[in-house]
């Protein structure tokens, strides 16, 4: 398949998220998209986790399909026999149910960690992963949060911020990994490849 990028200055974006500016993120993503379809894309995807928060402002701008990265994640979960995933990533990922809701469509209940620990494991995420530090330390924390997932009968992690497979890998982890990254990716390539309806 033919693959378009429209690749955003990752620093405006950031100050939209620190500001919790969603609107001005909303209409940045939307303009992205927006210019991919008319560029030729007939799929599009937002390659983050997080930002599709903003996902509503996008599909509202497009005219063709938004493929959510969530949507990949249940229809992988479902695949999988998992109704009740873990989910750690940003503070707003893990805080707010656009994340959660959007699994929920499949059936899918979800868990994250104790609101006092989501500062924590965003902070190991952009100030070290986004920076391309990883630490055994930082492992460690994110397996315990994982551990404690487990004991509230999460049957599967999503690793639901694209950099935490730097640190977590299926081999670490104490419950099987839904890497949403490469679940996504997955099945972007599956929905551009089919074959075309006459």
């Known amino acids: 398949a033919r693959v378009l990028i429209d690749s955003l200055d990752f620093d405006a974006v950031r100050a939209c998220q620190l500001a919790e500016d969603w609107d001005t993120a909303g209409a940045m993503l939307a303009a992205s998209g927006r210019r991919l379809q008319d560029a030729g894309a007939d799929t599009v995807l937002i390659g983050t986790n997080l930002m599709h928060k903003v996902a509503p402002a996008v599909e509202a701008a497009l005219d063709v399909p938004l493929l959510h990265i969530a949507d990949a994640v249940g ?66 924390i994110f397996i315990a949060e994982i551990e404690k997932l487990a004991a509230q009968g999460a049957q599967a992690v999503v690793l639901a911020c694209t950099e935490i497979e730097l640190l977590i890998s299926p081999k670490d982890s104490p419950l099987p990994v839904l890497d949403s990254m490469a679940t996504h990716a997955h099945a972007a390539a599956e929905a551009c490849l089919e074959p075309v309806a006459i």
């Open 75 to 140: 229809a992988a979960a479902q695949r999988r026999g998992f109704d009740r995933l873990a989910i750690v990533g940003t503070k707003w990922v893990m805080g707010e149910t656009f994340y959660a809701d959007r699994l929920a469509r499949f059936g899918i209940s979800t868990v994250a960690p104790a609101k006092e620990r989501h500062d924590v494991l965003d902070a190991i995420i952009f100030d070290e992963l986004t920076q391309g530090v990883v630490t055994d330390a930082s492992r460690a």
